[in-house]
Each structure stands twice: as C-alpha cells, then as structure tokens.
C-alpha cells in the first residue's frame, strides 16, 4: 500500500482558501479536471476553511506535478476573483505514506471526520465537501470507494468504523502553531476592522462586530483572543463563529458552469 498518500494542502498564514460555495465547486473542478489528466485514484477527500485533505493514490504521475497542476490551477482563479496577487498556498504541499491497511482506514476516518472535530457540523450527513455521502450512498463523482469498502468487507462496516468517536492521530493540519501572537492579532483587528483599540470596537453595531469576529476567526485568531482583544463576550464569540460554519456548503443549487473550457456542470447538491 506504499503508492497511496495522505496529502494537505493548506492556506499561507492560515488564510481561508475557501469563501464561498463558488470556491468550493471550483476547486472540485480543477480536481476532477486533474484527475482525468493525471490518472490518480482519489480515496477521500474534504474541504475545511483554510486546508484540504485528500486520500490519494498516483498512477503515473508523482505527486509534486499532480499537486502543482492542481495548487497553480486554482490559485491563479483565486486570485483573479479576489483581486489578489502572490502565494495562496502554504509552501507546496505536505504528504505521508500510508503503507498499512490500519494506518489506511485511520487516515479515511479522520479526513471524513474533520468537519465534526472542527465543530463545523455535528452530523456527517450535513457536510457535502467530503468523501461520506459518496460511501453512504454507493456513488460519487471523484471518490472511489472500491477499495475502502473491500478493506472493511462491507459498506456497512466501513460506515460503522466512521461514525465511531476516536482519538485518531495523523498529520494534521493543528500539527502547526499557527497562533497570532497578540501583536500581530491587534494589527490585524486594526487592518480589517480600522478599529485601535477594544473600547473603538466596542462603539461598532453588534452585528457589524460579529461580522468582524468570524473574519478574524478565519483570518487565525482564537476565539478566546477575539474576546479578549475586542472586549466581546465569550460566549457570543463562541456562538458567533459557531453560527457562521454551521451548515457550510448549504446554500442552495448554486451553479458553476464551465461549458466553454470543459463541458463541467457541478453544483452545490452533487456527491462527490
């Protein structure tokens, strides 16, 4: 099992790589365009905010030109949609092998889980940027399930193994300390809200201050740091950022069509 990997792509300075639903379906674009043009099997994947997990297995591509095409080719649509210039990855991309059949079905699980540990969702079912509607259902557009389903025996016992709660460890994307020191956290208050201090933040419109607070949340800081820099509560912080994530991805039939440079129609309802 030594040519399948666990791979993640992550956001520089932890900045989203993801706004919106648009962002969401052009990224599954760029993947499903790479895979027809890389031949690779893709085991799992999820989308998070500012990260991307993904179970792959190359077949004769390595995977730094798989993982180039793929960063460049949505970096480039990024950065034209948010009039923005440089870097939008954290260096190129971090891998593991993945050479057991336990370490494999550990790897699946947590990848699929994500949303839940990150508190964006509280069911599976919920999330659609993921590989676990493709197995609950049998089918998906990207995912190959065949071989997860063989490792297990049965889909039953595959779907069993993830729903169970754990304390799976793998490479992780909170492997880094990405914490803002509180330095770099006021300047960036400063920067997106024109705020000084906590008493100039205190003089916005609630609603205007929770708008502010789930961007500095996506942006990197703690919840706990966005209470105690901006004078907020914790507990509306908490609900705040907790409100904003809950449900991602559920915004409709929102369409991304691409007939003119690849005859792709994806939408928001699709499973992956």
Same mark, same amino acid.
């Given at each position: ?6 791979v ?18 052009r ?36 995977l730094?030109?798989i993982?180039?095409?793929i960063s ?27 050479? !057991?059949?336990?370490?494999?079905? =550990? %790897?699946? +699980? ?7 540990? /990150? &508190? ?11 590989s ?23 889909r039953?016992s ?39 201090s ?31 820099? !901006?004078?907020?509560?914790?507990? =509306? %912080?908490? +609900? ?7 449900? /991602? &991805? ?5 369409l ?17």
């Amino acid at each position: 099992m030594s040519n399948i990997y666990h791979v993640m792509l992550r956001g520089i300075n932890r900045q989203n790589i993801f706004e919106d639903n648009e962002d969401r379906l052009r990224f599954m674009t760029v993947l499903t365009r790479c895979r027809e043009l890389s031949g690779f099997r893709l085991h799992a994947f999820v989308l998070m905010s500012n990260h991307v997990h993904l179970l792959i297995e190359p077949s004769e591509e390595p995977l730094e030109l798989i993982f180039k095409r793929i960063s460049t080719s949505y970096a480039v649509w990024y950065n034209r949609k948010y009039l923005r210039s440089g870097h939008l990855f954290q260096d190129r991309y971090r891998s593991e092998t993945v050479e !057991t059949d336990a370490y494999y079905k =550990t %790897v699946l +699980r947590y990848i699929i889980r994500n949303p839940i540990k /990150a &508190g964006m969702v509280s069911s599976l079912d919920e999330y659609q940027w993921s590989s676990y509607l493709a197995y609950k259902n049998g089918q998906g557009v990207l995912t190959d399930t065949q071989f997860a389903i063989e490792c297990f025996g049965s889909r039953e016992s595959l779907l069993e193994f993830l729903m169970q709660e754990n304390d799976d460890s793998v490479m992780d994307e909170s492997d880094h300390d990405w914490r803002l020191k509180d330095d770099a956290a006021r300047e960036m208050i400063k920067r997106i809200t024109d705020c000084s201090s906590a008493s100039d933040f205190q003089e916005l419109d609630s609603s205007v201050q929770k708008e502010y607070a789930a961007r500095l949340y996506r942006e990197g800081m703690s919840m706990g740091q966005i209470a105690r820099l !901006t004078g907020m509560p914790k507990t =509306t %912080v908490h +609900r705040t950022v907790q409100g904003k994530f809950q449900g /991602a &991805g559920d915004d409709g039939k929102l369409l991304l069509k691409e007939s003119n440079d690849g005859g792709y129609d994806l939408y928001t309802g699709m499973i992956w």
